[in-house]
């Protein structure tokens, strides 16, 4: 077989045993129909996987058994009436599948036929959380009588209680059988899940192994891509101004409240727009109004919170500013906004040491500015705040790896204490790399190759943060 043929697979079973979670997840794609009420697949669909424009495989969603019994008793007498051999039995499943009056009694079990009858390779599911049974036999015997290639799958939903139990009876139908959450199955998981389809059938090994690499490709080109607009990101916020036009003798300081209240706006603008941009990265159309794990990152950008869990600390603070070229007595005085940006605020001494030194009330400052044929401008911006940077780099990498590690079959919120997996430090290489890059960024008046230069030079080192990150879970403080 041709690398270019890609296989077919049905995954078939009982009702609410996760079909179509394990359909949403392989294939990448969260328009797949998902819901705890049985029958909520009627009909099967077929969901291609495609990397680069290139199809890798195809799963079939199809609907559950609903009466196994009766159609495993309805082979076994025409097979008695016709003294069929094993080798008869595919043909019979394709009699039945073409009946009118079996696709009126059976319906089901017809429409989840068909595709093996097509020549579609069997993913068996079953949930590993509820007692192995006799009745799940009947259904496993249909599929045997189909005579294709299959693998079943131990489908844990809430409980791996019985899953030995189920690998044991499943052993004696399956030649292939592999323990997957559907729900939550990682990158890796899923990796070694489609290998493993290589073992159903000879021919299928050079197409599975090519479209694993095609895989192994597409990840790594989600990961650039998502490091270019975080890149973009940071240098569109750190180089953000907004203005208005100041008329002779006006006092600026008049727009001063309207202009921080203008750029804050555009900076959760542009903080938005970039979280829908990475969200297309990774094929995610419907992300933002049901995922609540993202609500660690839809607080306010400008709450002690958020600045508190994603910014520096005082001690890398002052590292990173002076290997970013500000002098570390500077990187203080405006990170600090003065000595009395604080006064009076009722808070610890701990936790006020640190907020003085993020200093998230103090992104930039209003200044007046002579415009070259003549008039002033009242500018807020761009933010000189030493620590802005890295508040907004650790909410897009955060977001970027709740991405990575989600499945396209999630519908609800990932059991995630985002307060705490929000922590992800950086290295001291990592800290004084992105501090200088983010000095760039920041630079007023920088030519458009600079700042060309900067983004990529800065979506290369976020790459590299990412790339890390995929190899290991959250850190948890």
């Known amino acids: 077989m041709s ?92 009699e039945l599948v073409a009946d009118r009056e079996c696709a009126a009694r059976f319906p089901d079990e017809v429409e989840l036929l068909r595709p093996l009858v097509e020549g579609a390779g069997i993913l068996y599911v079953v949930d ?12 496993m015997e249909v599929l045997r009588w189909t005579g294709r290639p299959s693998m079943a799958i131990v489908n844990p939903i809430g409980s791996n209680e019985h899953v030995e139990a189920w690998k044991a009876g499943l052993g ?27 073992e159903l059938e000879a021919d299928w090994r050079e197409p599975i192994e090519a479209a694993v690499a095609a895989l192994d490709a597409l990840r790594a080109s ?25 008329e002779p003798d006006e006092d600026p300081s008049r ?79 405006v990170a600090l906004g003065g000595a009395s940006l604080l006064a009076g605020v ?6 006020g040491g640190v907020l003085g030194w993020l200093g998230a009330g103090r992104l930039a400052e209003l200044r007046v500015i002579d415009r070259p044929l003549g008039g002033r401008l009242a500018r807020y911006g761009p933010s000189r705040n030493p620590n802005f940077g890295f508040v907004l780099f650790g909410r897009a990498r955060y977001h970027c790896g709740l991405l990575a590690r989600r499945t396209h079959a999630m519908r609800d919120a990932i059991d995630l204490d ?27 008046g920088l030519p458009a190759a600079a700042r060309a230069e900067g983004v990529a030079s800065l979506a290369g080192s976020a790459a590299a943060i990412l790339e890390a990150d995929e190899g290991r879970p959250i850190e948890r403080a």
Request: hydrophobic share 45%; charged share 30%; no cysteine.
């Open 418 to 444: 985002a307060e705490r997996a929000a922590r992800q430090p950086l290295d001291s290489k990592e800290r004084n790399e992105l501090a200088r890059l983010f000095a760039t960024l920041r630079r007023p």
């Open 128 to 139: 590993g959380g509820v007692p192995y049974g006799p009745e799940y036999e009947a259904e």
């Open 346 to 351: 009722a808070i610890g001494a701990a936790v």
């Open 255 to 333: 727009h001063a409240a309207e202009l921080e209240v203008e750029y804050k706006r555009e900076l959760v603008r542009l903080e938005r727009a970039h979280r829908r941009r990475v969200q297309a990265v990774y094929d995610y159309h419907d992300l933002e109004a049901r995922a609540a794990e993202l609500e660690v990152i839809e607080e306010d950008l400008f709450s002690e919170g958020t600045w508190l869990r994603f910014g520096l600390r005082r001690r890398d603070l002052v590292s990173a500013g002076a290997a970013g070229g500000a002098a570390a007595g500077g990187a203080i005085d």
């Open 172 to 198: 004696q139908f399956f030649r292939v059988v592999r323990v997957v959450d559907a729900l939550h199955a990682d990158f890796e998981t899923r990796r070694r899940l489609l290998l493993a389809f290589a």
């Open 3 to 94: 690398v270019d043929v890609a296989p077919r697979l049905a995954v078939v079973g009982h009702p609410n045993k996760g079909k179509s979670s394990l359909v949403a997840t392989l294939a990448e794609d969260d328009s797949v129909a998902i819901g705890a009420t049985p029958g909520t697949t009627r009909h099967a669909r077929e969901y291609p996987m495609r990397a680069d424009g290139r199809l890798l495989y195809t799963l079939v969603d199809t609907p559950g058994f609903q009466r196994a019994r009766q159609v495993l008793a309805w082979l076994v007498r025409r097979a008695e009436e016709r003294s069929a051999t094993a080798a008869d039995r595919p043909a019979l499943v394709a």
């Open 222 to 246: 989600r990961r650039r891509r998502a490091s270019h607009e975080i890149a973009a990101l940071l240098a569109d916020a750190l180089g953000l101004v907004v203005e208005r036009r100041l």
